[in-house]
């Protein structure tokens, strides 16, 4: 079913919802001055909840149009938001960093757009089958980490050229869309930097390399570094915050079990993105995670993990409601 179908299957739901002759029983108990508002948030006894009235009630400011410079980090849906924007003609910058999953990842890629100089893992770089590997950033093709070079030179050079890229786009962008993945990562015990997943059996030493899943504390002192740096080297920059529908593919955590750990990763970066929203003025928040979790049937493919192509389509015509102007 086209977007345009379920956007119209959802208005007649809503048409349907809101004219039922019926008075909440609650509402005789809101005082007068407040009964207004108390109808305008109650929550309607429908599912799933029509798509037109979470874009409805939740207010924005547009800002972007086609000619705004828009950059995207994160998960693999930040992949799928970046393909649609360049297929709609919008403005969207080279994606330099692949998928990203991690409010610490995130972080990291501030750091050295920003401050290269103060860049310095104890672990630069692997090496896999005599090649040398960034081990903070996924290949392109999903592969692996991403392949710097055949020799050391070639390595740091390509790294040098990466960080350039990276904090030009950084600074040439209008608008970054943040997706946040997840919060469960591997890092170095030593130092902190987390990779972009485990490392490889040949690398992996347990006296080095740790688990760890971040706390709702440290995604927002992640997530506020990242926005503090990126705004006073960037001033104009806005910036979208979203929270990845997708699943984990494993969790580490073997006392909660993958779908508990999902929830409770989704559930510290909701909170978190939607508390900065509130604290910074050029924050915003996209709800795509509400809006694709509200249908897990209708939104996700069979695997259960991956969103359906009419689902992409129905979140971006819901971004386009919210954050585009309608002269774009």
Not at 34 to 60: N, S
Not at 271 to 299: C, G
Request: proline residues 6%.
């Amino acid at each position: 079913m086209k977007a345009t179908q379920l956007l119209q299957k959802v208005v007649n739901r809503v048409s349907q919802a809101t004219t039922r002759k019926r008075v909440s029983p609650v509402l005789t108990r809101i005082p007068e001055p407040m009964r207004d508002l108390a109808i305008k948030g109650e929550y309607l006894r429908v599912f799933p909840y029509p798509t037109e009235r979470v874009i409805g009630d939740y207010q924005t400011e547009p800002f972007i149009t086609r000619s705004t410079k828009i950059v995207t980090l994160g998960s693999c849906f930040a992949q799928e938001l970046s393909k649609w924007l360049v297929t709609h003609n919008f403005n969207c910058l080279k994606d330099e960093w692949g998928v990203i999953y991690s409010p610490k990842s995130l972080a990291q890629i501030v750091q050295y757009s920003f401050d290269s100089a103060n860049w310095g893992p104890s672990e630069p770089m692997w090496m896999l089958d005599s090649k040398y590997y960034f081990p903070y950033l996924k290949s392109a093709d999903h592969s692996g980490p991403r392949l710097l070079g055949a020799s050391e030179d070639e390595a740091r050079s390509s790294l040098r050229e990466h960080f350039k890229r990276s904090q030009s786009a950084m600074k040439e962008a209008d608008v970054a869309v943040w997706t946040l993945g997840l919060t469960e990562l591997w890092r170095n015990k030593r130092d902190g930097y987390a990779y972009y997943a485990i490392p490889y059996p040949q690398i992996f030493n347990a006296d080095v390399h740790e688990f760890h899943s971040l706390n709702y504390e440290e995604v927002i002192e992640c997530l506020e570094f990242s926005i503090q740096t990126c705004k006073s080297n960037n001033p104009k920059l806005k910036i979208i915050l979203s929270v990845s529908p997708i699943p984990l593919s494993m969790s580490f955590r073997s006392h909660l079990g993958p779908y508990v750990a999902t929830q409770y990763s989704k559930s510290i970066l909701h909170a978190a993105a939607l508390r900065l929203t509130e604290k910074y003025d050029h924050v915003s928040y996209m709800p795509s995670y509400e809006l694709v979790r509200n249908d897990p049937r209708a939104n996700y493919t069979s695997d259960g993990r991956h969103v359906t192509r009419s689902c992409v389509d129905l979140v971006m015509d819901s971004f386009k409601k919210l954050y585009v102007l309608e002269s774009a």
